[in-house]
């Protein structure tokens, strides 16, 4: 069996195809752009309760897994998508007028160190306020956000803050590491502190200000009414919580980073001396490190979760003392003094975000240096192992195909991410150790016969040398131990959301005959109709690029129509597979079964047999009969 070539399908981001569809990326763009000029934003009211913002909010919730997670009103996304879609902009403006947000949801979930951790879950209609001011509010934090913090920003993940970990360790020789732990982060923010701070980033109208803080004050289920932190489950937190850390990320750097130096230069003359920039920041930073006392700092941070990797043991013992001193007096946290420590990363490891790393001595023709290490973290692995025996289980006990694709994808899952750890083949080979005899024993008398490789396992374990081939119900095993060392890569900071150069790397512009009836679309719902149907309508026109999906013809305003494949009176819904864009005359085709418009219709348009065959296809659901099966003879 042999691997399917791929086509070059577009780039495409989703939550950048919306702002497309609702004609509001250049609003974010100008933002973003305003806000890098340290521009100061008085009146985004409005732009938060404006309508396509408003319904872009809808669009960007109504996939997420949790919007079918009610809240202490038990609504959930299916309730907000029945209203039509004007009501749904005047009840988020008339909300908003004198905002008073419902109760929140307490939720405790386990953590991966049997302790618990409590979520709290605004009900939907706050989640889709909360989401229109993201919206509008990330741009502006951007611009305004320190390039070394990698947790729920765009284009961000945990693999670029590792990658800058190996590059404090790897090239900038950075052996030293405070590890700082904030003692419950999330339960202890300021409010105050917070909004002074959105202040601060130029965010000051204050209504918006306002909000926010009810938010924040928004009675929690069961315990009242907080007087700090920010609630975990909530859209806007995320956001909130690198607003708060923000303000160290530019600390840290202002130490050593971003220190203000000259490069100076004799001229001619006794004693006339000029200044001026560095044309290059590596001699900028090798010029501070050789004549000057600043202590060496780089941060990395994840959220809460965050490293300084400088250079001696009494750098990084200043720096940890100057760290906690700096989180208690500014932002009224405290660090725990069990989790908190200085690492000597030649020595011992450093755990961050599910790895352990630290600088391992190598020789090399004659030279030594150090380079990194890393691993799966140990509590990591066990996790890991205990997934994989209890997909074991599932499948002795279900050993179905559903079950097998539910174990691969595990498989699948964890190379992905642990993949970047220099060690990972090691670990891995480790963990298939551990359960390959879990998985002769469970598996011994379930149906385990040949079967052929999928295209996903040729993609990614065809090179693959295994001991042994397990397949159940025909589908095969995915190797544990088949990873290799995936290196990741620095965080380019040259993409961004808001430019359209930034853009150009992730994401491919709409670009048909026919998109300015996208517009129209947008701007003119079917009155009275769901905001699903009204949003889907949106997204289909664009995935059929403005073509009838029949003919291939143009479709042009007044000859086009939304077509329900199972219609609403035999229980069809809004969704966006029951949903199709067909041309007037293509729709009269399936709906009539009067000879003479077949007759015409098939005529005027040339359909052949394949064209008729998916005609058909939808007169059947709406209970009509195969055109085919009737002698034209008319």
């Known amino acids: 069996m042999t691997i399917v070539n791929e086509t070059n399908k577009p780039k495409k981001k989703k939550k950048l195809r919306h702002n497309e569809y609702y004609d509001i990326q250049s609003v974010f763009d100008n933002l973003y752009k305003r806000s890098s000029e340290k521009a100061i934003f008085k009146n985004i009211y409005e732009i938060v309760i404006s309508r396509e913002n408003i319904l872009l909010a809808y669009r960007n919730i109504k996939s997420n897994r ?241 490293k300084i990797f400088t250079n001696s043991y009494n750098n990084a013992n200043k720096l940890f003392i100057a760290t906690t001193k700096w989180l208690k007096e500014r932002l009224g946290l405290e660090v725990s003094k069990e989790k908190s420590k200085i690492v000597n990363l030649r020595s011992n490891y450093s755990e961050f975000l599910g790895f352990k790393m630290k600088a391992d001595l190598k020789y090399k023709e004659g030279k030594t240096k150090y380079v990194v290490k890393c691993h799966i973290s140990d509590k990591a692995k066990e996790r890991i192992k205990l997934e994989v025996r209890k997909k074991i289980h599932e499948v002795k006990n279900d050993n179905t195909p559903k079950s097998m694709y539910k174990m691969n994808s595990l498989i699948l899952g964890v190379h992905n991410y642990y993949g970047v750890a220099t060690q990972a083949n090691r670990d891995f080979n480790d963990i298939e150790q551990c359960v390959y005899s879990s998985i002769r024993y469970n598996w011994r008398r379930i149906d385990k016969r040949r079967g052929e490789f999928s295209n996903t396992y040729l993609k990614f374990y065809k090179d693959y040398k295994h001991r042994k081939q397990f397949f159940v119900r025909q589908i095969a095993l995915y190797p544990i131990s088949g990873i290799g060392f995936k290196r990741p890569t620095v965080f380019n900071r040259n993409i961004n959301n808001y430019s359209e150069v930034g853009r150009s790397t992730i994401h491919e512009k709409l670009n048909f005959e026919n998109s300015s009836n996208l517009k129209h679309i947008m701007n003119n719902p079917i009155i009275q109709r769901s905001v699903e149907y009204n949003d889907n309508r949106i997204s289909l026109y664009s995935s059929q690029k403005g073509k009838c999906a029949i003919t291939k013809l143009n479709l042009n305003l007044g000859n086009m129509h939304c077509h329900h494949k199972v219609p609403r009176c035999m229980n069809g819904s809004d969704k966006y597979q029951n949903l199709i864009f067909l041309n007037k005359d293509i729709h009269l085709l399936v709906h009539s079964n009067k000879g003479t418009t077949q007759k015409r219709i098939i005529q005027k348009y040339g359909l052949d047999k394949e064209l008729l065959k998916k005609v058909n296809e939808l007169r059947k659901l709406v209970g009509n009969y195969n055109i085919t099966e009737v002698k034209m003879t008319y």
């Open 66 to 306: 949790g919007s079918k997670t009610g809240g202490t009103n038990k609504k959930t996304i299916l309730d907000v998508q029945a209203n039509d879609t004007e009501s749904i902009v005047e009840y988020v403006r008339n909300r908003l007028v004198d905002y008073k947000p419902h109760s929140v949801k307490r939720k405790l979930i386990p953590k991966s160190n049997g302790k618990l951790r409590p979520l709290g879950i605004p009900t939907i209609e706050d989640r889709l306020i909360q989401q229109c001011i993201l919206q509008v509010l990330e741009p502006i934090c951007e611009a305004r956000f320190h390039n070394d913090s990698y947790g729920f920003r765009p284009n961000r993940s945990t693999h670029h803050a590792i990658a800058k970990s190996y590059n404090n360790i790897n090239v900038v020789k950075m052996n030293y590491v405070v590890d700082v732990d904030i003692e419950g982060f999330f339960d202890n923010v300021d409010h105050g502190k917070l909004l002074k701070q959105m202040w601060s980033l130029g965010i000051q109208d204050k209504r918006i200000i306002s909000i926010v803080s009810k938010m924040l004050k928004a009675e929690v289920e069961g315990e009242g009414i907080p007087t700090k932190g920010t609630p975990q489950g909530g859209i806007l937190s995320p956001l909130l919580t690198n607003i708060v850390l923000n303000e160290l990320d530019w600390w840290i750097s202002s130490q050593y980073l971003d220190f203000p130096a000259k490069q100076r230069k004799s001229g001619k003359g006794y004693g006339n001396i000029s200044e001026k920039d560095y044309k290059n920041n590596s001699n900028r930073l090798h010029s501070l490190r050789m004549h000057t006392k600043l202590k060496p700092c780089f941060i990395v941070r994840y959220v809460d979760d965050f």
